[in-house]
């Protein structure tokens, strides 16, 4: 019976670990998230209490898990539309250009990428010259 008792102990312990560990890299993940948000972002958010985590008890930087998901996920599909907009636009001049015959359609296989074989960086001391 002690046995029994002892491997439910055992059991429990281990998946209140692995649990703990799980939590955390949420939690890692989320702070993470919030670091990448702009400024702007959470500045707006502070000046609201109810979006900031323990309420006005707590230090104004602190901003509760579901308002960095929302404003990450805000901001993700803000930065999906840009990138929208700007193919768009990008199309839209190309094919000015064409039509303009100003000059002949671009392809990316005449652009090559360059290799670091092709282009070393400068040496530190040139491109500092007053560094050292």
């Known amino acids: 019976m002690q046995e029994i ?9 281990s998946h209140n670990l692995v ?12 702070q993470e998230l ?7 972002l959470l500045d707006a958010t502070t000046a609201h209490p109810h979006l900031i985590a323990g309420g006005q008890h ?5 901003i509760n898990k579901g308002t960095i998901l929302r404003l990450s996920v ?9 990138v929208l907009q700007y193919q768009a636009r990008i ?4 094919q000015f250009l064409t039509t303009s015959k100003l000059v002949p359609p671009p392809s990316f296989a ?3 990428l360059p290799s670091s074989s092709q282009h070393p960086p400068p040496p530190f001391s040139s491109a500092f010259p007053n560094a050292m």
């Open 74 to 82: 805000e901001h993700i599909r803000q930065l999906q539309d840009q």
């Open 34 to 40: 919030c670091t990448m948000l702009p400024q702007h």
């Open 110 to 112: 005449d652009y090559p």
């Open 5 to 13: 008792i002892e491997k439910r102990r055992r059991r429990r312990e």
């Open 58 to 62: 707590r230090s104004p930087n602190t």
């Open 91 to 94: 199309k839209e001049m190309e």
């Open 19 to 30: 649990e703990r560990r799980r939590r955390d890299n949420i939690n890692e993940r989320i």
